[in-house]
């Protein structure tokens, strides 16, 4: 399952349903004024569009024939259309109980998920790190929670901060638009990263990946590197 964050123009043409993560807040994001970053981004498969308010949607719908375990899909979210820069879906529904959490973030998408007991209750578009920062690819447990973080190396604001690394990078909120980047870190709209630092617990998974794709009945996760219960 994979989702992209796509370009306006291109969306007004096609709409179509494509399914799908150091450290700085407002203050350190880049702009991509020029040379070999903004090329980069520009060469990306796709390109993000203005912020757009969350959209209500119907409840998820979960597989006919769910896996077992917490670390599979059992649903996802019934977003329509790509999802913008700016936007956040969340609905908690099918994701009510006191399973794991993991969070997925596909760097190529540029898409971030929270599944729980395998059934995706949030997602949202990200910014990432480009160029000699970039986001690191890997499995990581969250190992800080600071609602209030200040970056010690940029002074910038890192609000609801889930720190992934040891030198910095983090899930935060983030003033997610068009033409921007982090130090490394995986920016979020604000309110999505509010409600993901309410759901998350030290210790919880945190999987970033550059174009993996999932379906129902994936796994999310392998057992061995599953939280602890």
């Not at 993991?102 to 480009?130: C, M, P, Q, W």
């Given at each position: 399952?994979?989702?992209?964050?796509?370009?306006?123009?291109?969306?007004?043409?096609?709409?179509?349903?494509?399914?799908?993560?150091?450290?700085?807040?407002?203050?350190?994001?880049?702009?991509?004024?020029?040379?070999?970053q903004l090329a980069q981004a520009?060469?990306?498969?796709?390109?993000?569009?203005?912020?757009?308010?969350?959209?209500?949607?119907?409840?998820?719908?979960?597989?006919?024939?769910?896996?077992?375990?917490?670390?599979?899909?059992?649903?996802?979210?019934?977003?329509?259309?790509?999802?913008?820069?700016?936007?956040?879906?969340?609905?908690?529904?099918?994701a009510a109980g006191t399973g794991?959490?993991?969070?997925?973030?596909?760097?190529?998408?540029?898409?971030?998920?929270?599944?729980?007991?395998?059934?995706?209750?949030?997602?949202?578009?990200?910014?990432?790190?480009?160029?000699?920062?970039?986001?690191?690819?890997g499995v990581f447990p969250i190992?800080?929670?600071?609602?209030?973080?200040?970056?010690?190396?940029?002074?910038?604001?890192?609000?609801?901060?889930?720190?992934?690394?040891?030198?910095?990078?983090?899930?935060?909120?983030?003033?997610?638009?068009?033409?921007?980047?982090?130090?490394?870190?995986?920016?979020?709209?604000?309110?999505?990263?509010?409600?993901?630092?309410?759901?998350?617990?030290?210790?919880?998974?945190?999987?970033?990946?550059?174009?993996?794709?999932?379906?129902?009945?994936?796994?999310?996760?392998?057992?061995?590197?599953?939280?602890?219960?």
């Amino acid at each position: 399952m994979i989702r992209f964050v796509i370009d306006e123009a291109f969306h007004n043409k096609f709409v179509r349903r494509v399914l799908g993560t150091a450290a700085m807040g407002l203050g350190t994001l880049l702009a991509f004024a020029s040379g070999e970053q903004l090329a980069q981004a520009l060469s990306e498969p796709a390109a993000a569009v203005s912020a757009a308010a969350p959209r209500p949607a119907a409840a998820p719908a979960p597989a006919q024939k769910p896996a077992d375990g917490p670390f599979v899909v059992k649903s996802i979210l019934p977003i329509e259309g790509p999802i913008k820069f700016g936007e956040y879906h969340w609905d908690e529904r099918l994701a009510a109980g006191t399973g794991p959490l993991v969070i997925t973030v596909d760097l190529k998408a540029r898409v971030i998920s929270a599944f729980r007991d395998g059934h995706e209750f949030g997602a949202a578009a990200i910014l990432k790190g480009y160029g000699d920062k970039p986001t690191p690819t890997g499995v990581f447990p969250i190992s800080e929670k600071d609602a209030d973080h200040v970056s010690n190396i940029y002074e910038a604001p890192m609000p609801f901060m889930l720190r992934l690394t040891n030198d910095g990078v983090s899930i935060h909120g983030s003033k997610v638009e068009k033409g921007y980047a982090t130090n490394g870190c995986i920016g979020v709209p604000e309110p999505f990263a509010k409600l993901l630092f309410e759901q998350a617990k030290l210790g919880d998974r945190v999987i970033v990946t550059d174009g993996k794709r999932m379906e129902i009945g994936d796994p999310i996760i392998s057992e061995a590197a599953a939280p602890p219960a």
